[in-house]
């Protein structure tokens, strides 16, 4: 048997290469999965672009100087497996390599999942590490699985993207900027602010994808990247950044003089991602969603946060998939050329927003 694995340079995450290698005989307590397909989003751009600021190539390492394995969510099959726990032909979802295959050590088995101890992996956050069983699984529909793949890891970032500034009451501001407006983590956020009483949401975008986001009808409004002018300068209001854009930063900073807050969540603009120093007003901040959920689960327990999560996700789910008017249709790559080819695309800011991408190595 062998793996397939699409590599990106760290330094330079537009160069990409694809990789086959006969797979090592498992030890002891591992197993093989057998990914099957996975979600290509603007948030494994962000995974590539702060890599090794917050070691997302930490998680499936290369083995080459150099090169890096972005990870996606998705779902896998056991195919191969020396742990007496996991059984062949179990299906799991989780966060994998951009590759056909992968070995995990499961261990802290319970009827819901397991955590993946591989030694490389212990410094690396617990949420990441975690495996669901489908079976098991209170997210899991068999007729959703690549919205599963797509929007569910990012709808959760999300949601506790929208939790924190609520249980900050907002720092005091009344509008929330967000820059990247169409991407699925912004419009996420979006739909959970806009049920929040007396808050304002704008969405930032470029001009091709205005008319999307004003269809979303989660925004209050939608302004170009080049209209901050018509939201007066003295609007209490707080930044949240999913596109990186150092100029776009810079701007929003210098313009708006009781601007509480400013949260960095992406970066969905890779060619004009810039540091955060010495800008006017407060410090740029970067959110770590496992931050959060720490929290919340300290304050609430890990139960009644999971049925909060449940809750909002169905709800989420059900207006993404309205037949109506649908958010997102879904297109599916196969193959390694494919998938290398679906990478560049999303890498480039290229085509749709309403489409998501499901990919497969096999």
């Keep these: 048997m062998s793996t397939t694995t699409l590599l990106v340079r760290k330094d330079r995450i537009t160069e990409t290469r694809l990789r086959t290698a006969e797979d090592t005989r498992l030890a002891q307590g591992q197993i093989r999965v057998q990914v099957e397909a996975f979600a290509l989003t603007s948030n494994n751009i962000t995974y590539a672009a702060f ?9 499936y390492p290369a083995g080459e100087d150099g090169w890096g394995i972005i990870p996606v969510w998705g779902f896998a099959k056991v195919v191969q497996t020396l742990h007496a726990g996991v059984a062949v032909g ?4 989780g966060y994998w390599p951009m590759a056909s295959h992968a070995v995990l050590q499961p261990d802290r088995l ?4 397991f955590s993946d101890a591989a030694p490389h992996r212990a410094s690396l956050h617990a949420v990441y590490n975690q495996v669901l069983r489908v079976n098991r699984d209170p997210f899991y529909t068999a007729d959703s699985e690549s919205t599963q793949a797509l929007l569910r890891p990012l709808f959760i970032t999300s949601w506790l993207i929208d939790d924190f500034f609520a249980d900050n009451d907002f720092f005091g501001a009344s509008t ?5 407006a169409s ?3 912004a419009y996420g956020t979006a739909f959970q602010l806009a049920q929040r009483p007396g808050i304002e949401v704008v969405g930032l975008t470029s001009p091709g994808n205005v008319a999307f986001c004003e269809s979303l009808g989660c925004y209050s409004r939608v302004l170009t990247y080049d209209q901050l002018d018509q939201i007066a300068a003295d609007t209490p209001c707080a930044y949240v950044d999913f596109a990186g854009n150092g100029a776009l930063r810079l701007q929003i900073h210098t313009r708006f003089t009781a601007l509480r807050y400013s949260c960095s969540i992406g970066g969905t603009h890779v060619t004009q991602l810039a540091g955060a120093k010495d800008l006017p007003g407060p410090r740029a901040t970067l959110f770590f969603a496992p931050a959060q959920i720490k929290k919340r689960t300290t304050e609430w327990g890990g139960a009644e946060l999971g049925k ?7 709800a989420f789910a059900g207006r993404v998939h309205q037949p109506a008017a649908p958010w997102m249709t879904v297109e599916h790559h196969r193959g390694p050329a494919a998938a290398q080819a679906a990478y560049d695309q999303v890498l480039g800011g290229r085509g749709d927003p309403r489409l998501g991408h499901m990919l497969s190595m096999l």
């Design 183 to 185: 991407s699925k983590t």
């Design 51 to 59: 890599g090794d600021a917050m070691n997302y190539w930490g998680f």
């Design 90 to 93: 179990e299906r799991l979802y």
């Design 308 to 314: 909060r999560l449940v809750m909002a996700w169905q």
């Design 110 to 113: 319970s009827e819901a999942g």
């Design 176 to 180: 929330l900027l967000l820059s990247s």
